[in-house]
């Protein structure tokens, strides 16, 4: 049974730093694609970055220059960076991985499982 539990998040001050990780268990799959999603309070969830087990990333705009998505592949753990926080990224964070097609890693494909998210607040 696929299981994914992420965490790290927290409270922190706009221009600090945090990082997210999301441990995967219940697999043997060697390739696979991974991803970061976040949904703040009366909004739609959005794609935050993806990865796939070839190293191929995805950043949201948003985003980039600021998060760096990486995957320890031998230990099934997917991490998020995310440096020089804004209040605009406060929104609770969710893991998701899948398997078929894993060399097809934006946000807009199919993720089968989904962490339990853990919750980013940036305050002004």
């Known amino acids: 049974q696929v299981q994914l539990a992420d965490s790290g998040g927290g409270s922190v001050q706009a221009g600090g730093s945090l990082r997210l990780s999301c441990a995967g268990s219940?697999?043997?799959?060697?390739?696979?694609?991974m991803g970061w999603f976040r949904q703040a309070p009366g909004k739609q969830r959005e794609g935050v970055a993806t990865?796939?087990?070839?190293?191929?990333?995805v950043y949201r705009d948003s985003v980039k220059g600021r998060f760096t998505i990486s995957l320890d592949n031998g230990k099934n753990i997917l991490y998020l960076q995310m440096n020089s926080l804004k209040p605009e990224d406060t929104a609770m964070y969710y893991c998701a991985a899948d398997f078929p097609q894993w060399d097809l890693c934006g946000f807009s494909r199919s993720f089968g499982y989904w962490g339990q998210g853990t919750q980013v607040t940036v305050s002004s």
């Open positions: 990865i796939n087990t070839d190293g191929r990333t």
């Open positions: 219940g697999y043997t799959y060697r390739n696979y694609c």
